[in-house]
């Protein structure tokens, strides 16, 4: 069983930066590819980024390409969601999710895919 727990969300103005991480428990976090999503209420998941087990592969949803930037570390057991020139558009709580793979360059971007996630870390963009 991995646990994920999420922190660095917070109130930021439109333009400004946030950085969120995932500290992830259990020794097998690199077979983990570890995903970041967001919610607003009302409205359903939405995927934001990925990364795979290796580091070396991430894919983005089209509307933050660019702006935000996904990474991890292994040694660490921590996933991080740079995000910059934000928006008040970006404002949701923010999960984190990961899922075991042998694959280590895969990456998935479905949230069916994902077998864990996080409580959630609310963004908050003001205009």
């Known amino acids: 069983q991995v646990q994920l727990v999420e922190s660095g969300g917070g109130l930021v103005q439109a333009g400004g930066s946030l950085r969120l991480s995932c500290a992830a428990s259990?020794?097998?976090?690199?077979?983990?590819?570890m995903g970041w999503f967001r919610q607003v209420p009302g409205k359903e998941r939405e995927f934001v980024a990925a990364?795979?087990?290796?580091?070396?592969?991430?894919y983005y949803a089209v509307s933050v390409k660019g702006r935000f930037t996904i990474s991890r570390d292994n040694a660490k057991n921590t996933v991080y969601l740079q995000m910059n020139s934000l928006k008040p558009e970006d404002t949701a709580v923010y999960y984190c999710a990961g899922r075991y793979t042998t694959e280590s360059r895969n990456y998935y971007i479905s949230e069916s895919a994902y077998d864990y996630w996080g409580q959630g870390t609310q963004v908050t963009v003001s205009s």
């Open positions: 259990g020794r097998t976090f690199s077979s983990h590819a």
């Open positions: 990364i795979s087990g290796s580091g070396g592969s991430t």
